[in-house]
C-alpha cells in the first residue's frame, strides 16, 4: 500500500474520488480545500461529523510536500494513521508513545518524501529538534486540529497551542488552516487572534445536527430513567453516557451491567490501560455503552454512536454541544438525552464558587452556566436557541422536546412568593438557613422530626403551599435559581435571597415558570419523590 498516492497535479476533486472513494464534496469542503491548495490560509469552523479531515487531507496530497497535523490527541494518531494507509495514503506520527527508534524510521521518511502527512502533538512540533526537521523536508501546509485548544479558559485549554503562531513567523509561505467544532463568537475570535489568523479566510458551517433529537428531561431517579430510555428506544445501540464524576460514573456502568447492558467505564482516575482498553472496545465493537466523565471523547470518531445522555448538567451550552454531537455522525437518527435537576443547580454553583481564578473568571463561568439553565428550562424550540447562541438562525425544528410535546408555561408569581417569603422568614425572623428539602417540607405543611425539632410549625408560612406537589415546587425552586431569583450558599446548598428576591417579593415583578411535564413512562417504579 505504499505506492506513491500523490501526484502534484492531480486535482481536488479527483483524489477525493481515487483516494477516498466520495463522490462529491460536502458543504464548503470544496472552497476550503481549493483556497488552501492555492496557498491561503484557512480557519474553519465545522461540526463533529461536517467533515473537517479531508479539508487538510486533500490539499496535502495534491500540494507538494508533506502536510503536517498538529493535534492534541496523541492517543488517536495510530489509529489515524492506520485508516489513511488503508486507503493507500502515507502517514506517520511523531509523539511521545514512540521509542526513539521508532522516531527515527518516522523521521527518515520525512526527509525522504516518503510521506503525505505526518500527526505531530504541538509539543513535539515545537521541540527545537521537529523545527528543524521540517526545515530540511518540504512541508505543504500546517493543519492545526482541535484549534479551541488555543482558548485559555475553555477545558480543553493547551499551553503549546499558544506558541503555533511562531510557525506562520519560520514559514511564511506554508499555508495553514486551523478547524475546529466549537463555534461561539468569543471562541472564534480567540482562535483567529491567538493563531494570527486575522486575515485568513474563514469557513463557518451551520452548527445544526438536524438528526440529533434533543430532550432534557426533570432529573427523578437518573439511573432508572437511563434505563428506561436504553432499554424502550436504544436497544442494542452504541452509546455514552456522561456523568460529572469519577465515583458516579462506576456506579452507573455498574448499575447498567447488572440490568443487563454491556457498559464500560472511562475516566482519568482508571488506571491508563484499562481506559485505553475500554476505549478501542467502544470503537471497534458493536452496541457497548460507555460511561465517562467529559475527559472521554475529544476526537473520538465513531459514526453510529445513536444516543449520548446526560446525567449530570453539563457547565456551558458549548460543552453540551461538543459532547451530545458525538451522537449521529453518520447522519442516522440519534438521540441527545439530558436530565436535570435542583441538585445540578446547587453543585454547579457550587463548583464555581470553588473554583481557581478571579473574579472574571467565575462570573464568565457563572455567565456560562446560566445560558446553559437558560437551555433547560426554555419553553422554546431547543434546536433554535442553541444555534442562536452560536449567533445562528433556526426555524423550530419538530425535532426536539419542546417542539414535540410544547410545555406549557404557567404564572408562578404566587409561588415563588410564598417560597421566597418562606426563605425570608427562617433568614430574618428566625437566622437560620436552611436548603430546598425543609422549605419545602414548609410549605407542604409535613410535621417531620426536623419541622419538630425546630418549631417551623409555628411559623405563619407553615403548610401554605398545599396547592403544588413536592416535585412541582422542587421545579419551582429550581427555576428561581436558574432565574437568579433564589441563591444558592454553602456546602450544604442552603437557599438564599438575592437582590432580585425582593422585587417578586415586593410584588415589583411577575415570574413566568414552566410547567414540568408528565412523568411520562418512567416505568420501573420511578417514583421521583
Ligand atoms: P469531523 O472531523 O469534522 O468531525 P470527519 O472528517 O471525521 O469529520 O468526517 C466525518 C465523516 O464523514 C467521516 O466518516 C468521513 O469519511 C465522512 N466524509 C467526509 N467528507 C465526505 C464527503 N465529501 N462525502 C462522503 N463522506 C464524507
Ligand atoms: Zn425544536
Redesign the pocket.
Known amino acids: 500500500t505504499s505506492s506513491g498516492t500523490a501526484p502534484a497535479t492531480s486535482d481536488a476533486t479527483e483524489v ?1 474520488r481515487r483516494v ?1 472513494g ?6 464548503e ?1 470544496q472552497e476550503i480545500i481549493e483556497h488552501v491548495v492555492a496557498g491561503g490560509d484557512a480557519l474553519v469552523l ?10 487538510y ?1 486533500i490539499p496535502a496530497l495534491v500540494r507538494g510536500g508533506v502536510g503536517i497535523v498538529v493535534s492534541p490527541l496523541i492517543a488517536l494518531m495510530q489509529d489515524q494513521v492506520d485508516a489513511l494507509a488503508d486507503l493507500g495514503v502515507r502517514a506517520g506520527f511523531l509523539n511521545s508513545t514512540q521509542d526513539p527508534d521508532e522516531r527515527r524510521t518516522v523521521e527518515a521518511q520525512f526527509l525522504a518524501g516518503e510521506l503525505d502527512l505526518l500527526y505531530l502533538a504541538p509539543e513535539r512540533l515545537l521541540m527545537a529538534s521537529t523545527l528543524n526537521l521540517l526545515d530540511r523536508g518540504t512541508v505543504a501546509l500546517f493543519a492545526i ?1 482541535e484549534a479551541h485548544c488555543v482558548s485559555q479558559w475553555g477545558h480543553d485549554f493547551r499551553r503549546d497551542y499558544l506558541e503555533l503562531s511562531t510557525v506562520h513567523e519560520r514559514w511564511p509561505s506554508v499555508p495553514r488552516i486551523a ?1 475546529t ?1 466549537t463555534a461561539t463568537k468569543v471562541t472564534h475570535a480567540e482562535i483567529a487572534s491567538r493563531l494570527n489568523l486575522e486575515r485568513a479566510r474563514h469557513f463557518v458551517a451551520s452548527f445544526d445536527r438536524p438528526n440529533i433529537q434533543y430532550r432534557i428531561v426533570p432529573k427523578n431517579e437518573p439511573k432508572r430513567q437511563l434505563l428506561h430510555l436504553l432499554r424502550t428506544e436504544h436497544a442494542g445501540d452504541a452509546g455514552i453516557v456522561y456523568c460529572l464524576s469519577k465515583a458516579s460514573v462506576d456506579k452507573t456502568a455498574e448499575f447498567l451491567v447488572d440490568n443487563g447492558i454491556e457498559a464500560l467505564p472511562y475516566h482519568a482516575g482508571m488506571d491508563k490501560a484499562d481506559r485505553a482498553a475500554n476505549q478501542a472496545r467502544f470503537l471497534r465493537a458493536d452496541g457497548l455503552v460507555i460511561v465517562a466523565t467529559i475527559a472521554f471523547g475529544m ?1 473520538i ?1 465513531k ?1 453510529d454512536v445513536r444516543f449520548v445522555a446526560h446525567l449530570d448538567l453539563p457547565k456551558s451550552v458549548e460543552g453540551y454541544y461538543q459532547e451530545s454531537g458525538r451522537a449521529g ?3 442516522l437518527p440519534a438521540t441527545a438525552w439530558l436530565a436535570y435537576g435542583l441538585q445540578d443547580v446547587v453543585q454547579q454553583r457550587k463548583l464555581i464558587d470553588i473554583s481557581e481564578g478571579d473574579d472574571a473568571h467565575k462570573r464568565r463561568l457563572a455567565t456560562h452556566l446560566d445560558a446553559m439553565l437558560a437551555l433547560c428550562e426554555t419553553v422554546e424550540c431547543r434546536r433554535v436557541q442553541l444555534l442562536a447562541y452560536f449567533g445562528q438562525d433556526g426555524s423550530p425544528c419538530s425535532n426536539c422536546d419542546t417542539c414535540l410535546s410544547p410545555p406549557e408555561s404557567w404564572d408562578g408569581t404566587v409561588a415563588a412568593q410564598k417560597l421566597l417569603s418562606t426563605v425570608f422568614r427562617l433568614q430574618r425572623e428566625r437566622r437560620q438557613k436552611f436548603g430546598a428539602g425543609q422549605i419545602i417540607d414548609i410549605l407542604l405543611g409535613k410535621n417531620t422530626p426536623k419541622v419538630t425539632q425546630h418549631r417551623h410549625e409555628a411559623l405563619t408560612v407553615f403548610g401554605i403551599g398545599t396547592e403544588l406537589h413536592e416535585s412541582e415546587w422542587r421545579g419551582v425552586v429550581r427555576q428561581l435559581l436558574a432565574q437568579r431569583l433564589l441563591a444558592v450558599e454553602g456546602d450544604y446548598g442552603t437557599l438564599v435571597l438575592t437582590d432580585a428576591s425582593s422585587e417578586v417579593l415586593g410584588k415589583q415583578r411577575d415570574v413566568l415558570l414552566r410547567r414540568e411535564p408528565q412523568r411520562a413512562g418512567s416505568g420501573a417504579g420511578a417514583s421521583g419523590t
Do not use: E, I, V, W
Not at 465545522?46 to 479539508?55: A, N, R, V
Open positions: 477525493l477516498f466520495y463522490d462529491s464534496f460536502r458543504g469542503q465545522m461540526p463533529t461529523g461536517g467533515g473537517k479531515s479531508l479539508c487531507q486540529d478547524l467544532a476526537g470518531d459514526p455522525r453518520d447522519g
